[in-house]
C-alpha cells in the first residue's frame, strides 16, 4: 500500500478510502458526497465479528412490528410478545417492595423522616447512605465496590456456601454479570498464532461469551451439552474438545453457567466435582456463571456453588484451582436487570494479578452506585425478626413459585405438539426446544439466505407476533434445530404464547411438507 | 518454545509457568504451594500496561491513611481530603432536589400517591416509568436507551445549539461518558504495524484515554497544550504531532476535551473553527469530551459545542466531518456520578458502522437505567411554568456560582506561592499549576524511584492528609512538574487546603535547597 505521508493532498486523496467513488455519487444540497473516514471495511474487524442473536436482527423487526401496530398497520395478531430475553419485568413482574422502598430512600433521603417507611428500609438506606462518599448514591464508589457491601456480599456467601470463608478483598462489584465476565477475560487472553488463549464454552452458550471472545480475539473452545442427557455436561465431552484445541491454541480458561443458559439445566454435585477435578488437572482458570442460584425448579435438583464444592474437595483443591464466580441483580427472584447490579468472587488469584483487575476495573471509575445498593439488599434482605419480612418472603415465594409451574407447563405443552422436543426446565428462565423442520423448509432458508431457525423464528413473529431467539444463535449440534424461550409472560399469557407457538409449528410443518 | 501437548503430564508440569520454584515454597496445611496458572508474566499484556492514576497508588495510599486514622494512629491532621477526583458529592454538593425526587419516585411508584411531591416531579416520573418495559426502571431498555429520553436529549441538543437539528437515531444513551468514549474507539483501531490505528489526545490529558489506548492497542499520539497561553490549543502543534506519527502508523482520530481536563482551559470559537478545518483536511474522524459544558467561568469564555460549530462551517463541512461528541451526568451542576449517566451523539457515521456500534453495545444489554432517568431529567428540567423551577435554579445557580468563585480563588491563592504559577481556571473542575522542584528533591525522588511529582505529592499526603495527582499521570512536558487538584471542596475547606499547600511548598522547597 502507498504511504500516504509520500503524497501531495490532490494525489492522496486518490488513495483515500471511498474516495474514488466520489464522482459517481450524487451531489446533496449542493456538496459532493465523499466516502466516509470510517467505513465497514477499515473499522476494528474484531467488532464486526461480534454476534449477538438475543438482541440481533429478530428483536429489531420485533420492534419495527410494535411501531407498526401503534401506527395502525393491520396485522393478525394486537401485541407483539418478546419472550427473548429473560427480563421479568417487562413481561409484568412487580418489584419486590422492600427493594424499592431502600432505593427511594437512598435516592431521596428526605423520605427517611416519612413514618410511611418501615424501620428495617430505613435503616438499611441509612446504612448504604453512611458508606457513600458525602452520604449521597451520587458520589463515585471504590472502584471495587462499596466497602461495607462488599462485605455484606461475603456474609451472604458464607451462610450459603455453609460457613466456607470468603474474603470481602475477593469481592469485586460490578454493572451486572456480563461486565464482571467480561473483565475476567480480558486478565486471561494473551498470545498470537498457536499461543493465543482459548477459552472452553459450552454449545449451546450464552452469546454474550463468543462475543467477549470475538473482542478480545481470543479462540472459542466449543463442547458440546448432551441434549439426550437433559443438557448434562460430560467431562469425557469437555476432555475431547480441549485436547482437540490443544493442536491450534493455548486452552486456559473453563467456563460453566450453571443453572444453564439458554438450556435450563442444574449441575449435579457429582458433576461439578468432575469440572473442578478436570480444571485442575488441565490447569484451566474456571469461570462460574452462578447468576440464576435461586431459580432451580425441578424436584430432586439443588443449586451447589463452585467455591463451595471446590472447598468440600478439600484443600488440594480448595487451595490451588483459580476460579472466578459470578452474581447479578438480573434475574432470581428480584430480576432487577435495568439496575445492571452485579458482583464476582475471585479464588486462589495470584495477589500481584489481583492488583492488575483492581487497576483495570478502576479505569471505569465504579459501578452504577443504585446498583450496588440493590446488590446490598439482596445480599442482606430482611430477616425473620425485622417489620419487612413477611412481604418480603411472601413477594419472593410468589415469584419463585409461579415460575416453577411455568418451567412445568412449558415443559409439558411443547411435549404434546409433534415435531417439538423438549427437555424438563430444571432451573434458571429459558426452555431450548429442539424443532424438527421439513427438508423444504430448510431449503426454502437457504433460497432466502436464512438458516432455517431463523426462518423459523422470524415467520412465527411475523404470523404470531412472538419474538424469540433462535438456537443458532447460542449454538447447537449441526443438522439440529431449537429457539430460546423465557419462561417469564404471566401464567395466562404464557399458556397462550404457547398455544401459539403449537398452533405455528403444526401450520409450518403442514405448509413445507 | 515447547508445546504442551507433546509432553507427558509429569514433564508437563516442570514447564507451567511459576511451577519450577514449588521446590522452594513452603507447604502450607501440608499440601505444597504450585505456581498460578494466571500470573503478571501470562497475563493480557495490554491491560498491563494499562494506567490510571486517578485512582493510582497515592488514592489507595490516601485509603490506607483514613483506615488508619479510624484506627486512631496519630498523624499531623485529622482528616485525607481527597481532591483527587472530581467527585462533588463526595466533596459535600448537596443533589439537586427535583432529581432525587422523580428518582425517588422512579423507584417506588407507591410514592406518586404522595402530596409531598410536586406534580412536575410526578410528571417526569410518569412519563419516565411508561416508556420503561412493564413500567419498571427494573427492566432492560433497549440498547440504545430509552427512545423517549433519546427524543429529549435530542431537543436538548437543538436547543443549546441554536436549532441546529439533532436526530435521535444518532443518540446512544451510556454508563457515564467513559463508556461511550471507549466503545467509540473501539471502532476505530484496526491495523498491525505501521497501519495501526493512531489518536491523537492532548498533553496534559485525561487517562482514561491514554488507558484506553494501551487496552485496545492504538498508538498514542501526543499534541502539547500551550501552558504559556493558558493551555491553549495550536493548530501548528496539532499538525507537528500528526506528520510525525504519520511515519510510524495510521492517525484516524482526533480527541478533545473542551473544557478543559485537567487544565481547565476553555477552547475559543476560532481554535474550535481551526480544529475543525484541520480535522477535515487531514481526514481525521473527531471525538468532542464536552461533559464540562456547564461549568464555564472565566469572564469572556463561553461554551460552544463542536456539533454548533461545525453546522455554522456550512455544508461543506457539516456533511462531512465524521464525529462523536459526550456529554454525562456526573459533572456540570448536578454532579451524580455515581448513577453512570451519560450519552454520545454521532455525527455523519457511515449506516453500515452505525449498525455495527448498535450490536456491540448490545453485548452489554443496556446503560444502568435509572441513570438514563437522570439523564432525562438533566436535559428536560423544570419549565419556568412548573411548580420546581425556581429551587431547581437557585439550587443549580448556587452551585455553579461557588465554583466560579472557587476557580477564581484558587488561581489567585496559588500564584502568590514563590514556586507554584497557575493558569485562570476558565471552566471544568480543577487546577493544574506548574510546581518548580529543587534539583534536590528530583535527585530523592530518583533515588527512592519515583517520579518527582510523585515524590512531592505523596509527602503531601503523609504530611498534609490531601490526595492531589501528579501531574505525570496527565503527561506534561519533559522536565516540568504538576499537580491536578480539584476546586470542589467547600469555600471554607478549600482555603484551608490552598494554605496547607502552599504551606508544604515552601517547607518543602526550604527542605530540599
Avoid at 413459585?401 to 407447563?409: N, T
Amino acid at each position: 500500500p502507498i504511504r500516504l505521508e509520500s503524497l501531495s493532498v490532490p494525489s492522496l486523496l486518490k488513495h483515500v478510502k471511498g474516495f474514488s467513488a466520489e464522482a459517481e455519487r450524487p451531489a446533496m444540497n449542493g456538496v459532493p458526497q465523499r466516502g466516509k473516514l470510517l467505513t465497514l471495511d477499515n473499522m476494528n474487524p474484531k467488532v464486526k465479528r461480534v454476534e449477538y442473536a438475543v438482541r440481533g436482527p429478530i428483536v429489531q423487526r420485533a420492534v419495527q412490528i410494535e411501531k407498526e401496530l401503534r401506527e395502525g398497520v393491520k396485522k393478525p395478531f394486537t401485541e407483539v410478545i418478546k419472550a427473548n430475553i429473560g427480563d421479568a419485568h417487562a413481561m409484568g413482574q412487580k418489584p419486590i417492595t422492600f427493594l424499592r422502598q431502600v432505593l427511594a430512600l437512598c435516592s431521596y433521603p428526605e423520605l427517611l423522616k416519612d413514618n410511611q417507611f418501615p424501620e428495617d428500609a430505613k435503616k438499611r438506606a441509612q446504612r448504604i447512605l453512611e458508606a457513600c462518599g458525602g452520604h449521597s448514591i451520587g458520589a463515585y464508589s471504590a472502584s471495587q465496590g462499596i466497602e461495607c457491601i462488599r462485605h455484606d456480599v461475603a456474609h451472604f456467601i458464607e451462610k450459603r456456601d455453609g460457613g466456607i470463608p470468603s474474603n470481602p478483598d475477593n469481592i469485586y462489584l460490578s454493572t451486572g454479570a456480563s461486565d464482571a465476565i467480561v473483565t475476567i477475560l480480558k486478565l486471561l487472553v494473551s498470545g498470537e498464532g498457536r499461543d493465543r488463549t482459548g477459552v472452553m464454552i459450552s454449545i449451546p452458550q450464552y452469546p454474550l461469551y463468543s462475543a467477549a471472545l470475538a473482542e478480545l480475539d481470543a479462540v472459542q473452545i466449543s463442547y458440546y451439552l448432551d441434549e439426550d442427557k437433559c443438557w448434562s455436561l460430560d467431562v469425557k465431552e469437555l476432555r475431547r474438545a480441549l485436547y482437540a484445541a490443544r493442536q491450534h491454541c493455548n486452552p486456559r480458561v473453563l467456563c460453566i453457567i450453571n443453572p444453564g443458559n439458554p438450556t435450563g439445566q442444574v449441575q449435579s454435585r457429582q458433576c461439578i466435582e468432575d469440572v473442578i477435578r478436570f480444571a485442575k488437572e488441565e490447569n484451566l482458570f474456571l469461570m462460574a456463571d452462578e447468576v440464576y442460584q435461586d431459580n432451580v425448579y425441578a424436584e430432586g435438583c439443588q443449586f451447589h456453588s463452585f467455591k463451595k464444592v471446590l472447598f468440600e474437595m478439600g484443600p488440594e483443591y480448595s487451595s490451588k484451582v483459580e476460579m472466578a464466580s459470578f452474581h447479578s441483580t438480573s434475574k432470581c427472584y428480584m430480576g432487577e436487570c435495568g439496575f445492571r447490579g452485579g458482583y464476582m468472587e475471585v479464588i486462589n488469584m495470584d495477589p500481584e494479578v489481583k492488583a492488575q483487575l483492581t487497576k483495570l476495573v478502576s479505569v471505569r471509575l465504579c459501578p452504577p452506585v443504585p446498583g450496588q445498593a440493590l446488590l446490598d439488599l439482596v445480599v442482606n434482605p430482611p430477616q425473620p425478626d425485622e417489620p419487612s419480612y413477611a412481604t418480603f418472603m411472601k413477594e419472593r415465594t410468589a415469584v419463585l413459585a409461579a415460575l416453577a409451574e411455568k418451567a412445568k407447563l412449558t415443559e409439558q405443552i411443547f411435549n404434546t405438539v409433534p415435531g417439538i422436543t423438549c427437555n424438563p426446565v430444571q432451573g434458571a428462565m429459558y426452555t431450548f426446544p429442539r424443532i424438527s423442520l421439513p427438508q423444504k423448509a430448510i431449503d426454502k432458508a437457504k433460497e432466502e439466505g436464512q438458516v432455517p431457525d431463523m426462518f423459523y423464528c422470524m415467520k412465527l413473529l411475523e404470523e404470531e407476533g412472538i419474538c424469540l431467539v433462535p438456537g443458532s444463535g447460542f449454538g447447537q449440534r449441526e443438522g439440529t434445530f431449537h429457539f430460546r424461550m423465557t419462561i417469564l409472560p404471566p401464567t395466562e399469557k404464557l399458556k397462550l404464547v404457547l398455544k401459539k407457538i403449537k398452533d405455528f409449528h403444526l401450520r409450518f410443518t403442514k405448509e413445507f411438507s
